[in-house]
């Protein structure tokens, strides 16, 4: 079992930076992939960007050049560094854990291959 919490959502005015955290814990954390996932209101969760156990960065066309996943595996933990935020950014952003063919970062695009999800934490970025 894993638990995730994500932390370092909050309110950001256009343009602005956030950077989210997740800390995860329950399981060896360095094996497993790790993805952060989106879902404004009325739409679809999807796919922001994930990171292989190896380290291999994919991300959404949609968040690339802006966006930045990274890990500390000696603190649990993955980031999603947020820039250049715009009102299409809102969303609740979502941890999500995945054990098992977790250096193929292809899989990693897909929300249905994840094992384990966080709770949420909300971004709301203002024009």
């Known amino acids: 079992q894993v638990q995730l919490v994500e932390s370092g959502g909050g309110l950001v005015q256009a343009g602005g930076s956030l950077r989210l955290s997740c800390v995860a814990s329950?399981?060896?954390?360095?094996?497993?992939?790790m993805g952060w996932f989106r879902q404004a209101p009325g739409k679809e969760r999807e796919f922001a960007a994930a990171?292989?156990?190896?380290?291999?960065?994919t991300s959404a066309d949609s968040v690339k050049g802006r966006f930045t996943i990274s890990r500390d595996n000696a603190k649990n933990t993955v980031y999603l560094q947020m820039n250049n935020l715009s009102p299409e950014d809102t969303a609740v952003y979502f941890c999500?854990?995945?054990?098992?063919?977790?250096?193929?970062?292809?899989?990693?695009?897909?929300?249905?291959?994840?094992?384990?999800w966080g709770q949420g934490t909300q971004v709301t970025v203002s024009s």
């Open positions: 999500a854990a995945k054990t098992g063919y977790s250096s193929i970062a292809y899989y990693l695009r897909s929300r249905s291959n994840y094992d384990y």
């Open positions: 329950g399981r060896d954390f360095s094996s497993a992939g």
């Open positions: 990171i292989t156990d190896r380290g291999v960065t």
